[in-house]
Nanobody, 120 residues
Framework: QVQLVESGGGLVQAGGSLRLSCAASGSSFSFVAMGWYRQAPGKQREAVAVITSGGSTNYADSVKGRFTISGDNAKKTVNLQMNNLKPEDTAVYFC??????????????WGKGTLVTVSS
C-alpha cells in the first residue's frame, strides 16, 4: 500500500520561509509525477507545483518566483521550498503522486496533509 508522508509544515511570519518534504513508501513502481496541492479554509484544493519524472516543473501563478519544487524520482521524494510566504499561502498542503500503469491508466495518491500558517 502506497503511503505519502509529509513533513515541514508550521507557523511562520509573512516574508518567512518553510520547506515541505514528502516521502513515498510501499511503492515498487515509479511515479510519472509528484507534487503539492493545497486547500485553504472554505476553498477548493488547488495545484501548487508539480514535477514530472523527466524533471519538468509547473507552478501555480500565485507562487511563481517564490516556491521551488524539487524531487528525487529514484528515492520517491519531493520537496517544496517556500520563500517570501504570504498570509494567503495559509492552507493544508498535500503531497501528491501519479502512477501510470502499463495500460496507460493513471492512479493518484495523496498524503494526509501538513498545515502551513502564515501570520501577517
Amino acid at each position: 500500500q502506497v503511503q505519502l508522508v509529509e513533513s515541514g509544515g508550521g507557523l511562520v511570519q509573512a516574508g518567512g520561509s518553510l520547506r515541505l518534504s514528502c516521502a513515498a513508501s510501499g511503492s515498487s513502481f515509479s511515479f510519472v509525477a509528484m507534487g503539492w496541492y493545497r486547500q485553504a479554509p472554505g476553498k477548493q484544493r488547488e495545484a501548487v507545483a508539480v514535477i514530472t519524472s523527466g524533471g519538468s516543473t509547473n507552478y501555480a501563478d500565485s507562487v511563481k518566483g517564490r516556491f521551488t519544487i524539487s524531487g528525487d524520482n529514484a528515492k520517491k521524494t519531493v520537496n517544496l521550498q517556500m520563500n517570501n510566504l504570504k498570509p494567503e499561502d495559509t492552507a493544508v498542503y498535500f503531497c501528491y503522486a501519479k502512477r501510470r500503469s502499463v495500460l496507460g491508466v493513471d492512479m493518484d495518491y495523496w498524503g494526509k496533509g501538513t498545515l502551513v500558517t502564515v501570520s501577517s
